[in-house]
C-alpha cells in the first residue's frame, strides 16, 4: 500500500478541481443510472445506444456511470447536461428514445418534455425541480445525497462533495470523544433492532484486549429490501469513511465487509473503492499520518438468510456453518475469534460518517424523540412509485404510502403494508398513521427491520403472505434450537391446512400457541421474530382466516385450493385461445362452440384467465361460490 | 500439501487440475474454507467429493467438516450444472407481483421441477429469496442477465432465444 504523501487539502482541491472540470470543460455531460435495478430495466442499452448516436453526430460528450438516485418505477434513467445550463433528467427510456434525445436536446435545442421528468437544481424551461416532485417533498436526503449523482467508482467526487472530512475530523479528536460524538449524536443501529450505536461502541472499547475487529453487515437478507445494495453501488465510499472512523475509536486493526454474493455490483464497487481508499492514505499504515492502522477485508457470504444475525455472521466469517450462539457475551464483549467485535449494519456505517462530516447536533436535530436522523427504505409491492426512498424518522406510514409512493397501482383498495421482512408485521388500514420510529413500529407488533416496506392490496391474502414468510424463515433456520426447528415447521403445516381449506376450529388456537412458544423459546433474532408475520396478521386480519376456515373461501381469491375457474357461457365466444393455452388440458369445446372447463383436471394456474381476450372476459375467478356451467360444449348461438 | 500425483490417483481431470489451481493460492488457515468453497463453486460449477477430499487435505480438516459447511449454505452444489442457470426470484415483492406462476411457467415449459435441470441439461431452475431489484418485480435472472417486469408471455421466446 502507498503512503499518504499529500495533506487532506491538497487532496480536497484536487478532487474539487476533477469535479468541476467534468462540468466546465465545454462538453456535455450525460450520468447514466447504472445499478443493478437500473440494468435490470436495459439501462446498459440504452447507454450503448446513446454512446453510438454520439459517436454519430460526431459530438464529444461525457457519459458518467453512477448508481441509483432512487426512482425505480422510472427506469431507465439518465440525465443530460448542457454545458452552463442545469442537469435534465430523462425517465422511461428505451434505446431508441433516448438516442434521439441525446439528438434532440444536443443538436437541435429541443429539451424533450415528453421524456423529461425534472431539472436537477433550480427548476428550468417549465420543468420542475427534483426536489419539487411529489414522490421527493416529503423525503431527506442525507444517506442517499449523492447516489445517482456522481461516479461511484471515482473517489474524488466523493471527496469533492464532503467526503472523508468527517474521517479527518474524526482524527483530530481522541477516540473516546469519537465514541462520545455518536453517542451524542443518539445513533441507533440500522440493522433493524435499534440498538444505541455510541453505547455499543463503548462496550467495545472497553472490553480488555488489544486486538479488536469491526465488521459491516452487508448479509441484506430480507426478501423485498434493497437498500444496502443501492448505497454500496452509489455511494460506497461513504460506509467505508465510517468504518474507518468506528476502527479509530474502537482502535481495530481490522475490518471485514460481510456481503452477500447475491450482489456482484456492489462487490465489484467496493473492491474499487478498497483500492482507491489505500491510494489515497485512507487505509493501510499511519492514516492520514495519524499514526492508525487499519484494513479492510471483504467476505462474501455464501447463501444463508441466518448470517444476518451477527453472532451466525461471525461464525460465516471464522469459516464455520452460519449458526448463532447464545448471547451473552456478546460480540462488543467476545466476538470474531473471541476479541470484542463491533458488527454495524451499512447504513449505520454511513450515518457515522454523515455525523462526522456535519456534526452531532445536525443528526440529532432530525427524527423523532425517541429515533434520530433518517432511515432508507425500499418501498415496493403494489405501490405506484416504487423505489427507494429516505425519510425523517417519525413521519407516518401514510404519508410514505400516499405521498411519496403515490397509493396504490390501479386505485385499489389498500389492505396492509409489510414492513420489516420476515422478521416484522403486516399491518392494517387503521395503523397507517403509526409514526415510523423503533418503538411505535415495536408496540404495533412489527420491527422497522433493515427497511423493507412491501404495500398490498385487496388481490393480495394476508393467510398466503404470512404463509410465504414463514415459509421463508422456516427453509432458513439453521436447525440448532428445537422450537425454531420444529416450532416453524409445525406452523407452516397449519398454515398449510388453512390456506388449502383443510383446517378446523382448533387450528388458530394451535397456531397462536406455537407461535408464543416459538417467539419466546428461540435462541436468536431468526427464531424469535418468525412467528410476527403470523401473530400480526392474526391479530389484524382474524377475519380472513376465519373465511378459510368457516367457509372455505378466500376472500382476495389467491389460496388455490379454495378457488375455481368458471366460463361464463354467455360471453364465450368460442375463440378456442384458452382450450389451446391450457396446460392441463382441462377445457373442452370447440370452434364457435361455449367452452367448459373441467374442474377436476384444472390445476387452477390461471392461464385461461390471463389470455381470455378483453372483449370477451368470459373467464371468471370465484371463491366460495357455485356457478352453474353446461355439462357438454353447446354451439355458442344456440346458448341460454 | 497434495502433490499432482496425489491428486491424479484421485481423479485426473481438468476439473481437478482447476481445483489444484485455486487451493495453491489459498493458505491452510480455516476461515479460506468458504472463500476456497466459493471459487470452486464459481469456476468448476460443483462442489464433487473428490474436491471436497482435496480442500479437507489442504486445510487439514475432516472431509465431513468441509461437507458440513458446504451443504449449510444454499450457493453450493453438488451436481454437474446445466449449461444456462435460471433464477426465479420469489422475494416478498416477486411474491405479491405472481412470482410463483413465472416460477410454475418455467417449471412446465422446461419439464422440470424447481431444483432441477432440464434433461437436455440445457438449464436448470431454482428460486431464490431476493436478488434486490424489487421495484422491476416479478425478476428473473438467466446466467447474468437480469429480467425485470417479468410476464408468463415472455418466457417462451426467451427460452427459445437462448437455445438459439
Partial sequence: ?640 | MINMAEASQILASDETIKVMEILKRYSSDKDNLIPILQEIQKNVGYLSPDFVRLVSKHLKISASSVYGVATFYTMFKFAKPAKHNIKVCLGTSCHVKGGDRILETFERLLEVRCGESSRDLMFSLERVACLGSCALAPVVVIDDTIYGNMHVDRIKPILSKIRG
Avoid at chain 1, 13 to 32: M, S
Avoid at chain 1, 302 to 317: D, M, R, Y
Fill in chain 1, 1 to 640: 500500500m502507498k503512503k499518504l504523501t499529500r495533506p487532506f487539502d491538497e487532496i480536497r482541491k484536487q478532487a474539487v478541481e476533477e469535479w468541476n472540470r467534468l462540468w466546465n470543460d465545454g462538453r456535455a455531460v450525460i450520468r447514466v443510472e447504472s445499478a443493478t435495478c437500473g440494468r435490470a430495466a436495459g439501462v446498459l442499452q440504452v447507454a450503448d445506444a446513446v454512446q453510438k448516436k454520439l459517436q454519430e453526430l460526431n459530438i464529444d460528450a461525457k457519459i458518467v456511470n453512477t448508481g441509483c438516485i432512487g426512482l425505480c418505477y422510472l427506469e431507465p434513467i439518465m440525465d443530460v447536461t448542457k454545458p452552463n445550463q442545469p442537469s435534465i433528467l430523462y425517465h422511461s427510456l428505451d434505446p431508441k428514445t433516448a438516442a434521439s434525445i441525446v439528438e434532440d436536446y444536443l443538436v437541435k435545442n429541443d429539451i424533450r418534455a415528453d421524456k423529461a421528468l425534472c431539472s436537477l437544481g433550480s427548476s428550468y424551461a417549465n420543468l420542475p425541480s427534483l426536489a419539487e416532485l411529489p414522490v421527493m417533498q416529503k423525503q431527506t436526503r442525507w444517506i442517499l445525497q449523492r447516489c445517482g449523482l456522481i461516479d461511484p467508482e471515482k473517489i474524488e467526487h466523493y471527496i469533492a462533495l464532503g467526503g472523508y472530512s468527517g474521517l479527518v475530523k474524526a482524527l483530530s479528536m481522541k477516540p473516546h470523544e469519537v465514541i462520545e460524538w455518536v453517542k451524542l449524536s443518539r445513533l441507533r443501529g440500522r440493522g433493524g433492532a435499534g440498538f444505541p450505536t455510541g453505547k455499543k461502541w463503548e462496550v467495545c472499547r472497553s472490553a480488555p484486549g488489544d486486538e479488536k475487529y469491526i465488521i459491516c453487515n452487508a448479509d441484506e437478507g430480507d426478501p423485498g429490501a434493497f437498500m444496502n445494495r443501492a448505497l454500496l453501488e452509489s455511494d460506497p465510499h461513504f460506509v467505508l469513511e465510517g468504518m474507518v472512523i468506528g476502527s479509530y475509536a474502537l482502535g481495530a486493526q481490522v475490518g471485514y465487509i460481510y456481503c452477500r454474493a447475491e450482489y456482484p455490483l456492489a462487490l465489484e464497487r467496493l473492491r474499487t473503492a478498497l483500492k482507491q481508499m489505500a491510494d489515497f492514505g485512507f487505509l493501510g499504515k499511519d492514516i492520514l499520518g495519524s499514526g492508525h492502522n487499519f484494513e479492510i477485508r471483504i467476505k462474501e457470504g455464501a447463501g444463508a438468510f441466518v448470517c444476518g444475525e451477527e453472532t451466525a455472521l461471525i461464525a460465516s466469517i471464522e469459516g464455520k456453518r452460519g449458526m448463532p450462539r447464545p448471547r451473552p457475551p456478546y460480540p462488543a464483549q467476545s466476538g470474531l475469534w473471541g476479541k470484542p467485535t463491533v458488527i454495524n449494519n451499512v447504513e449505520t456505517w454511513a450515518c457515522v460518517s454523515l455525523i462526522f462530516q456535519k456534526g452531532w447536533e445536525y443528526f440529532a436535530n432530525k427524527g423523532s424523540e425517541s429515533s434520530k436522523g433518517t432511515k432508507t427504505f425500499s418501498l415496493v409491492g403494489k405501490v405506484k412509485r416504487a423505489g427507494l426512498i429516505e425519510v425523517p424518522l417519525g413521519i407516518t406510514l401514510k404519508e410514505i404510502i400516499y405521498d411519496i409512493g403515490g397509493g396504490i397501482i390501479g386505485d385499489k383498495e389498500f389492505k396492509a403494508v409489510q414492513i420489516g421482512g420476515p422478521s416484522g408485521g403486516c399491518l392494517p388500514k387503521v395503523l397507517l398513521t403509526t409514526p415510523v420510529d423503533y418503538d411505535s413500529l415495536s408496540s404495533a407488533g412489527s420491527i422497522m427491520g433493515s427497511g423493507g416496506i412491501v404495500v398490498m392490496d385487496e388481490d393480495t391474502c394476508v393467510v398466503d403472505i404470512a404463509h410465504y414468510f414463514l415459509d421463508f424463515t422456516q427453509k432458513e433456520s439453521c436447525g440448532k434450537c428445537v422450537v425454531c426447528r420444529e416450532g416453524t415447521w409445525k406452523m407452516l403445516q397449519l398454515l398449510k391446512a388453512i390456506k388449502e381449506g383443510r383446517a378446523d376450529s382448533n387450528t388458530l388456537a394451535k397456531l397462536e400457541d406455537l407461535a408464543q412458544i416459538v417467539k419466546i423459546g428461540s435462541l436468536c433474532g431468526l427464531g424469535q421474530t418468525a412467528p410476527n408475520p403470523v401473530l400480526t396478521t392474526l391479530r389484524y386480519f382474524r377475519d380472513e382466516y376465519e373465511a378459510h376456515i368457516n367457509e372455505k373461501r378466500c376472500p382476495a381469491k389467491v389460496c388455490k385450493n379454495l378457488i375455481t375457474y368458471y366460463i361464463i357461457p354467455d360471453k364465450c365466444e368460442g375463440c378456442m385461445i384458452c382450450l389451446r393455452e391450457c396446460p392441463s388440458g382441462a377445457i373442452r369445446g370447440g370452434k364457435r362452440m361455449v367452452h367448459i372447463i373441467d374442474q377436476e383436471k384444472c390445476s387452477k394456474c390461471g392461464v385461461c384467465y390471463n389470455v381470455c381476450p378483453p372483449r370477451f372476459r368470459a373467464v371468471v375467478k370465484v371463491s366460495g361460490e357455485h356457478m352453474n356451467t353446461p355439462s357438454e360444449p353447446i354451439p355458442v348461438q344456440r346458448r341460454k
